[in-house]
Nanobody, 116 residues
Framework: QVQLVESGGGLVQAGGSLRLSCATS????????MGWYRQAPGKQRELAAT???????NYADSVKGRFTISRDNAKNTVYLQMNSLKPEDTAVYYC??????????WGQGTQVTVSS
């Protein structure tokens, strides 16, 4: 069973920062693009950022310049550094392993709440 374990969510004031972490197995981490999605109340899940095995990153326009995705190959962990947080960033954030074929593997999600 594939496991992705997220941590680092919480409550923060607007303008603050949080760092999310997602640990998984070496087999999953090494062979897949990794990503962070988010789902706000009443909205569809959306992609926030991705990072390929070689380290190429991609960001949604809404987070570009504020969020940074990175991966630590020695720890099989992907991170999402979130700065200058806004109330509209409030969502459940999901880590995903994104294979070239087939469906994503998902974490359980971690709540991020940004107060105004």
């Amino acid at each position: 069973q594939v496991q992705l374990v997220e941590s680092g969510g919480g409550l923060v004031q607007a303008g603050g920062s949080l760092r999310l972490s997602c640990a998984t197995s070496r087999s999953i981490f090494s062979y897949n693009t990794m990503g962070w999605y988010r789902q706000a109340p009443g909205k569809q899940r959306e992609l926030a950022a991705t990072i390929t095995r070689s380290g190429t990153t991609n960001y949604a326009d809404s987070v570009k310049g504020r969020f940074t995705i990175s991966r630590d190959n020695a720890k099989n962990t992907v991170y999402l550094q979130m700065n200058s947080l806004k109330p509209e960033d409030t969502a459940v954030y999901y880590c995903a392993a994104i294979p070239a074929y087939g469906t994503n593997y998902w974490g359980q999600g971690t709540q991020v709440t940004v107060s105004s």
